[in-house]
């Protein structure tokens, strides 16, 4: 006989879960009791949005579920910005909610909220456990809900007073991982649709990759010479100095980069749903009928058909098509596609979009510091961001060498960088792991730097600092110039709270003043932040916010 708390920490380790993040919650004290027990890591986290932007930064980098537990009402609530992401990212989760106890349930008890009806639409199960014999099924298909087809996030409920009775319940057993593979069929016509092409260019994107993905797929690049651009927030799929990549298919993608996609006539788009921001609100290819000729590959078949109408639909995961694809010979040398020297042209402009420029407004210049930046971190750093202008300096001007190397939210969402930057830094603790936020961006969820003080994670944040929301007072002078309304901040010192949080905290003023902060904080060996105090001018590397309100 085992309690509900015991079985869910059974099934967890039977299903391979060496960690979780939490903020502890009356509701689910049987869980934490059993977790006293267990092997478990138990990362305690200072508010639920920020441990479920762990969990999903987890998922994003490993491919397994990301878990969090979180207590009932405001708990669950606060976690939803996490469930938002990793639905829209793809991304697999389980996030565990404490609940009321099942005689109070309906009655609007103490923070009792309808977790199937709050999370239904932003997830991909929400469930309840009514019957604690029951969790070792339920917990196998959450795994398995959360891995297969489209990875996404579920949500657990779990009733206070099932968490504490006592049950016989079968012995937990780990979720069977579901594969879909590409068919000899689907492969050959790709093959010849391939050979009649004269301009492709191959999009990749969305989840299901893994390091030997990533190298399949290059090798398959290679042999056919494909231009290859990856989805936005997806660039850890392709080697940047790869002679195959032409850049991001993002948010205000290089003009040229932008034009290939348009007047290509094969897309080869894996993994990815090329969803409003890649597409430039669809505009790169038109939904539901392209002007190219579309190959989509995806793990989950809903999803083929949905948004675009493909004239070939591959129902595989991104890892199994790009091992089948590696295997698919063209026939003939790259240098004898006829597409080769147009791979070569977008390459080359990859790496002139890609290259900072050395001057901008005011006395801090991002692009040296970028610069300075990819000549002394190694090609496994990590690097995590939210949302916001600064994110720009990363996208474009740091060159993404492997995988598992970046936590960016394809959602948009703020708050994001520095929680991630704490489940990285926990999943790869020999390995550098920077977070990028703006001055808005990190006081969404900043209070993860405590977590990271407390669990020993030497995480660098960078704030890039202007004293404002700076995307949308960018919109806001392009729409409305000179109205500036709800726009301006008035921040703390961000270098004198990392060091009341017990880290080490610098402020730069100037550019030439970066490298050597940055070597301190590196040498600290404590979490660290680096306040870059910049001038709001310098809202984009080549407009300035006079700029866009003056429309030169």
Request: hydrophobic fraction near 40%; include cysteine.
């Amino acid at each position: 006989m085992k309690t509900g708390g015991q079985l869910i920490v059974d099934s967890l380790e039977a299903n391979g879960v060496d960690r979780i993040f939490s903020v502890p919650g009356e509701s689910y004290l049987a869980v934490l009791d059993a977790l006293h027990d267990s092997k478990i890591r138990n990362i305690v986290c200072r508010q639920e949005g920020g441990a479920a932007m762990m969990a999903d930064c987890h998922g994003r980098l490993t491919g397994q579920p990301g878990i969090c537990f979180v207590t009932r009402g405001p708990g669950a609530t606060n976690a939803s910005p996490g469930v938002h992401i990793a639905m829209q990212d793809s991304t697999p989760m389980i996030l565990f909610i404490g609940q009321v106890a099942s005689h109070a349930r309906e009655r609007e008890a103490f923070q009792e909220v309808d977790y199937r009806a709050f999370f239904g639409p932003i997830a991909k199960w929400a469930t309840e456990i009514d019957d604690a014999a029951r969790i070792p099924e339920i917990l196998t298909r959450a795994f398995s809900v959360a891995t297969s087809g489209r990875p996404g996030p579920v949500v657990i409920s779990l009733p206070e007073d099932m968490l504490t009775s006592l049950v016989d319940a079968p012995a937990a057993r780990a979720a069977t991982p579901v594969e879909t593979r590409p068919g000899a069929a689907e492969m050959e016509e790709l093959a010849a649709l391939l050979k009649d092409a004269k301009q492709p260019f191959v999009i990749l994107g969305g989840s299901r990759w893994n390091e030997k993905a990533v190298a399949d797929f290059q090798k398959a690049a290679e042999a056919w010479s494909l231009p290859v651009g990856c989805s936005f927030r997806r660039q850890m799929l392709f080697d940047h100095l790869h002679p195959s990549y032409a850049g991001d298919v993002g948010i205000g993608p290089n003009p040229k980069l932008a034009a290939a996609v348009k007047d290509a006539d094969l897309v080869l788009l894996v993994g990815g749903r090329f969803s409003e921001m890649p597409s430039s609100d669809y505009t790169l290819m038109k939904s539901p009928y392209p002007d190219q000729k579309l190959v989509h590959v995806h793990a989950d078949a809903n999803e083929l058909g949905r948004v675009y109408r493909p004239t070939l639909a591959i129902n595989a995961s991104s890892a199994a098509f790009a091992e089948a694809f590696a295997g698919l010979a063209p026939g003939d040398a790259p240098r004898d596609m006829p597409w080769a020297e147009e791979t070569e042209r977008l390459h080359q402009a990859y790496l002139d979009w890609s290259t900072p420029p050395k001057t901008g407004p005011g006395a801090v210049q991002m692009g040296p510091i970028m610069e300075y930046l990819e000549s002394v971190l190694p090609d496994d750093a990590i690097f995590t961001n939210g949302a916001g202008n600064y994110a720009t300096w990363v996208h474009r001007f740091h060159r993404f060498r492997r995988f598992a190397t970046q936590g960016a939210p394809t959602s948009g969402s703020m708050g994001y960088s520095t929680p991630a930057a704490v489940a990285a830094k926990a999943l790869f603790p020999e390995r550098p792991v920077l977070a990028f936020a703006g001055d808005g961006c990190f006081m969404m969820n900043g209070q993860e730097f405590a977590t990271a003080v407390q669990e020993n994670l030497p995480i660098i944040v960078v704030v890039v600092n202007n004293g404002i929301f700076g995307t949308i007072r960018m919109h806001q002078e392009r729409e409305y110039p000179g109205r500036v309304s709800g726009t301006s901040i008035n921040n703390p010192d961000f270098a004198a709270l990392a060091r009341a949080y017990g880290g080490h905290g610098e402020t730069v003023e100037k550019t030439e003043a970066f490298a050597k902060a940055f070597e301190r904080a590196q040498a600290s060996g404590k979490p660290a932040l680096i306040e870059i105090r910049l001038d709001p001018e310098a809202i984009t590397p080549a407009k300035t916010l006079t700029d866009i309100r003056e429309k030169r």
